[in-house]
């Protein structure tokens, strides 16, 4: 077997695409004449036992899930609308709507959603990662996102791992109409995952209130938006157009988003922890007299000052046409782009431990130990060793992410029946560039005894001597990462009603998903003579890097000479011609097939002497196939110039094929008229990522002439698991919801799951491998390490005050208590993504023309990750409490020009990230504070 990586051969075909259309096609029809069968079969048999069921049945059936939606527009009737939706729907809903066409009052889909019950949000600012959600205590992997009922692809993070997590970065609000939390599935949905699933919808075109004109109407914004770490204020448009004709048989809509806006982070980052005994002199004799054993040493931190632009995109097109009364047709098409070009000036401290820490009480410690972890050093009370290090980087660092989704659906309906098709296919194209000279400074350059570093605040303090050098260049890397993906999709539902209370569903769903992920990098060391020019050049030019958190380093680190990238290219032309090498260990090629079927009843009518009530109860079955190919093998790295010195690799493939089946119950009995209580029972599926199930087992290796070798850490091995079970999940769930007013309520839930098969990567430290003799190793590798619960409660106040017209509140409590069956000392926690307590508050004002909205939300500490392997974010790590204040205003002048303020993260506030015990540093990233103002014009 050879594994294949020219784009032409392996996208570029089209026979190939039509090819996989066709299978998907091919299984559709396989399946669907069982499914209308079966619909036939029922119909005979329904009409020989409901011989009284009337003859002919309305076209349009209104059924518990369809509701009336006002055209209120504003923060009232959006909450209105949202809350008339919920009330309605089958199943455990929040819903958020548009305040008016193409306006929501939050700059993101995140700090939208976050303010519904049982929902948090995990913030991302670095251009990486993206915002995502996690539901009832379970992370962004496990939370289902759709588009118009239909599965985008996601580039994950950098576009090579965590594809199962739906960046919502990608998604600007303008171009939505409706966001939807489903917290318990029925058996006609997409398989939502363990958590719920997360719906954007855009536009409809003959939902549209076109006030007052008779066929169109449209919408422009323009708006200005202000970040204050770097003083930057930018520009973006959006708008809506959306067009019907007389008869409302045919209509479309255009909506738009665009913007460059500047990105402006920093970060501090300590990475490599490794355990190791360190050694203190107590009695004042120059010698180890005392040894701290199984310390967590940070073997470097650095801090990157990210400065860039984020070039956005988005573009929205439907079409509705009724040519026939019966039958309806709608197309859709959405792009999104989402570009990120940075320069990250980069300073990086490397630590040696190898020393004696003079402790004898004749002056301050050589170093000091909190809760198992080194969090402070004094150059001048160390022994021997070979003492810190510099080293660093001026990256150009460019993620490219183009995301596309199209959908063709047909519904018939008539007089007793309705059948839909619906196909859609989606692609995903993630690039990644990353250039960057690197430069050191050996420990014999370095005042060693000026040296000093504290790790006591939230930001980590280093300090030097006076005549730190500036650091010479000592080659140039270069690295590719190219993301490649599409999906196809078919999905056929049949309804019948076989009476007025009894409604029977089946259908079918199939999909085929390919992924390719790709690495080149290359490390060219230079000649002397090519080096000496270009550090020459660089002091010649004398530009000095950004300060990395300037008002909270002082003495901290220090500016460093940055390459002028233009320079450095005229003197070395070869730094963009040179080949670079594909990294053969994380190379991959996947296939997904899945195929799902369902049954469902929908039951209204009448019990308990006359109470109303509401139900559907179903049985989905899903099978998953997975295919993979990469490779397996052993490299020896440079890790002072993270360069791969030497690989020897060998192509793999492995499967996995698994089916689960997923019943669903849900019940609404409507006590009162302003008073329901909603059960339901339900089994839930995840799936493994890719990256877990492929086989890139590797070995490595650091070279022991690294000046950074370090003999007490053993070599790494990563390895993936072919054999991981998905993630399964039985889900209970009691919701109270009290209406006292039109737009007033009460809804208290609680609600239980039990998660089977927990998938964790895990660490095994000091174990041998097949093939390497007595040699230890530290093996990181995906499990599935255990069951798990999940119970809480969620409590949600809404209240439109009368005596103070025009004033409101919104106000959103969640408890989640999360464990394992096991017992798992890092996971004491809970879950990871789930904080165990969190709320939101939200106060407004709003009359005809004015507006004024304040919200505040807050969630606890939770855990991220174990540990594992050499990258940071399979560190044993959890996040510290987080709060946001947003606040937003808005004047309307007319029916036609209206003007918005908004301010986002008013406290300022940072993502601060410890290892294991809150204290101990790991990472820290600023979130941005932002101001806009927008105008809007409406036709």
């Not at 939706?85 to 995140?110: C, N, P, Y």
């Not at 030097?464 to 690295?479: E, N, S």
Request: glycine share 8%.
């Amino acid at each position: 077997m050879q594994l294949k990586f020219d784009k032409l051969e392996q996208y570029g075909d089209m026979q190939m695409k039509i090819n996989k259309i066709t299978k998907t096609i091919n299984k559709t029809f396989t399946v669907l004449p069982v499914l209308l069968c079966g619909g036939l079969l029922i119909e005979v048999q329904a009409v020989e036992t409901f011989e009284n069921v009337e003859a002919e049945y309305q076209a349009q059936k209104v059924t518990s899930n369809e509701v009336e939606i006002i055209n209120v527009t504003g923060i009232r009737g959006s909450l209105y609308n949202a809350s008339a939706i919920k009330r309605r729907s089958a199943t455990v809903v929040d819903v958020v709507t548009a305040e008016d066409l193409g306006q929501f009052s939050d700059d993101s889909i995140a700090e939208t959603i976050q303010r519904i019950p049982g929902v948090q949000v995990e913030r991302n600012s670095n251009g990486i990662e993206g915002d995502r959600v996690s539901i009832r205590g379970l992370g962004s992997n496990f939370v289902t996102t759709s588009i118009n009922g239909r599965t985008p692809l996601s580039f994950g993070t950098e576009g090579k791992a965590n594809f199962n997590q739906f960046n919502l970065n990608v998604l600007p609000t303008e171009i939505a109409s409706e966001i939807t939390i489903t917290k318990t599935p029925s058996a006609e949905m997409i398989e939502s995952g363990i958590g719920g699933s997360l719906e954007v919808k855009t536009l409809n075109v003959f939902s549209i209130d076109f006030k007052g004109h008779a066929n169109y109407t449209g919408v422009l914004n323009v708006e200005g938006d202000h970040t204050t770490l770097n003083g930057d204020t930018d520009l973006s448009t959006s708008g809506v157009f959306a067009f019907k004709n007389d008869d409302e048989t045919f209509g479309a809509y255009a909506s738009f988003f665009q913007t460059d806006s500047s990105l402006a982070v920093d970060e501090m980052i300590g990475s490599r922890f490794v355990r190791r005994d360190v050694n203190f002199d107590t009695t004042g004799d120059g010698l180890a007299d005392t040894v701290e054993q199984d310390i967590y040493t940070q073997s470097n931190i650095s801090g990157t000052a990210i400065r860039g632009e984020i070039e956005r995109s988005a573009l929205a097109l439907g079409i509705q046409w009724q040519p026939l009364e019966q039958l309806s047709v709608k197309a859709e098409y959405l792009n999104s782009k989402f570009d990120s070009y940075s320069e990250r000036d980069n300073f990086e401290v490397r630590f040696d431990y190898t020393g004696v820490f003079q402790a004898d009480g004749t002056g301050p410690d050589g170093a000091t130990i909190s809760n198992g972890q080194v969090d402070s050093i004094n150059g001048s009370r160390i022994i021997g060793g070979k003492g810190v290090s510099i080293g660093g980087q001026q990256f150009l660092f460019d993620n490219l992410a183009d995301q596309s989704n199209a959908g063709l659906n047909l519904v018939w309906t008539d007089e007793r029946w309705s059948a839909s098709v619906d196909i859609s296919a989606s692609e995903m194209d993630f690039f990644q560039d990353i250039e960057f000279p690197i430069f050191n400074v050996a420990e014999s350059d370095i005042d060693q005894s000026a040296f000093r570093f504290d790790a006591f605040g939230d930001v980590p303090i280093f300090t030097f001597g006076d005549d730190l050098p500036t650091p010479p260049y000592t080659g140039i890397f270069r690295r590719f990462f190219d993301t490649e993906s599409d999906q196809q999709a078919i999905k056929a539902d049949f309804e019948y009603y076989l009476n007025d209370n009894v409604k029977f569903k089946t259908g079918m769903r199939s999909t085929n998903m390919d992924l390719k992920f790709t690495e080149r990098s290359g490390f060219f060391f230079r000649t002397e003579e090519e080096l000496a020019a270009v550090n020459a050049a660089i002091l010649a030019d004398g530009s000095v890097g950004e300060d990395v958190f300037p008002d909270e380093t002082a003495g901290g680190f220090n500016n460093s000479l940055v390459s002028n990238f233009d320079l450095l290219r005229d003197i070395i032309p070869e730094t963009l011609s040179d080949p670079l090498t594909i990294n053969d260990s994380t190379l991959m090629v996947a296939e997904e097939d899945t195929l799902a079927l369902y049954v469902q009843l929908d039951v209204d009518g009448e019990i308990f002497g006359g109470l109303p009530y509401s139900s559907n109860v179903g049985l989905r079955w899903v099978d998953t196939s997975t295919e993979i190919s990469a490779n397996a093998g052993v490299r020896v790295t440079d890790f002072k110039n993270d360069n791969i010195l030497s690989s020897e690799f060998v192509p793999v493939r492995s499967s996995n094929t698994y089916s689960e089946l997923l019943p669903s119950v849900n019940i609404n009995l409507e006590l009162k008229d302003d008073l329901q209580l909603r059960l339901g029972v339900s089994k839930a599926l995840s799936r493994p990522e890719l990256t877990q199930l492929a086989p890139r087992d590797t070995i490595t290796f650091i070279d022991s002439n690294d000046p950074l070798y370090d003999s007490d850490a053993n070599p790494t091995a990563n390895a993936g698991n072919a054999d991981l079970k998905p993630f399964t999940a039985w889900q209970y769930d009691a919701t109270l919801e009290y209406y006292y007013a039109d737009n007033a309520s009460v809804v208290v839930s609680a609600f239980y799951k039990d998660v089977s098969d927990f998938i964790l990567t895990t660490s095994t430290f000091d174990t041998t491998l097949p093939g390497q003799g007595d040699q230890l190793f530290d093996v990181t590798q995906p499990v599935n390490v255990d069951n798990g619960q999940v119970t809480g409660m969620e409590l949600a106040v809404n209240h439109a005050f009368e005596t103070f017209e025009g004033f409101g509140v919104q106000a959103a409590y969640t408890f989640i208590d999360s464990n394992f069956d096991g017992d798992y000392q890092e996971l004491e926690q809970g879950f990871p993504g789930s904080s165990k307590h969190s709320y939101n508050v939200m106060g407004y004002y709003e009359d005809d023309a004015f507006s004024v909205r304040f919200s505040y939300t807050w969630r606890d500490s939770y855990f991220l990750a174990l540990g594992g392997g050499s990258d940071r974010a399979l560190y044993p790590s959890s996040r510290e409490a987080q709060q946001s204040l947003d606040a937003s205003m808005s004047y309307t002048f007319s029916d036609h020009f209206s003007v918005r303020l908004s301010g986002s993260n008013l406290t300022d506030e940072k993502l601060i990230n410890y290892r294991e015990t809150e204290g101990n540093f790991r990472d820290i990233t600023t979130l941005p504070r932002r101001f806009t103002l927008g105008v809007t014009a409406k036709f």
